[in-house]
């Protein structure tokens, strides 16, 4: 059961939860307010609902989680959305990083590799009506070329290698951010694509991220 009422209570915890992600080094003001607005309990199940702002992450079925709230801000953060950017997110999860994103006025095609995720945020009524988000069942390492180029990419799932394959659906000037790892630590990485086609790389923090998997799962 879904979690559909967003009470007072549940917006001073989102509150909290903005200043202690300011206090972590969070500080895109677009970012915060993003995350002071998406009702993060709607993504988990209602018996997580308490404890739906703690700064930690979740499981969602399938051996799948829901990202702490820090690693969302830190990853929306380096992406620096702008109004109307074409974002492509490989790992839908829980859907709460889409509509964090889409809260921000990007337009969002986020694929899933896990049919049952897939389906469930399908059935997800409230999650349906957010504008924005087009949602994929596929193979996030194949992207969707169909759609491409995209102003900006996101992985949420562990990358044994930079994901080179994917450059390929970035627009010129635009970047990817994606944890990069084989082990149970990644490195965060943001790839940028200069306009003569070349990559720069920048490093960031470590994270732990569940694995980017090759394809799908019914
Ligand atoms: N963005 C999510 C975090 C999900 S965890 C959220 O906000 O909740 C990572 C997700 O990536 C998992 O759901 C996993 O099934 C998915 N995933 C892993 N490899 C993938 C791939 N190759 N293509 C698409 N999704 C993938």
Known sequence: ?????????????????????????????????????VPRHFFLDSAFAEIAYENRSFP??????????YTVAYQTQLLSIQKYERVLEVGTGSAYQAVVLATLGAQVYTIERQRKLFDSNKQ????????G???FYGDG???????????????TAAA?????????????????????????????????KLSDGATREEIFDEFSFVPMLTGKES
């Open 160 to 192: 044994p290698q930079i994901p080179f394959a994917l450059l390929e659906q970035l627009r010129p000037g635009g970047w990817m951010v994606v944890p990069v790892g084989e082990g149970n630590i990644q490195q965060m990485k943001k790839i940028t």
């Open 60 to 69: 969602i079925g399938e051996g799948q989680t829901i990202s702490h709230p």
């Open 1 to 37: 059961m879904r979690p559909v009422e967003d009470k007072h209570r549940h917006q001073g915890l989102r509150h909290k939860l903005v200043d202690q992600l300011k206090k972590a080094g969070i500080s895109d003001e677009n970012v915060l307010q993003a995350i002071a607005q």
């Open 133 to 135: 988000i087009k949602f």
């Open 141 to 155: 390492y194949q992207g969707l070329p169909t759609f491409a180029p995209f102003d900006k990419i996101l992985i």
């Open 124 to 131: 997800f009524e409230w999650l349906q009506k957010q504008p």
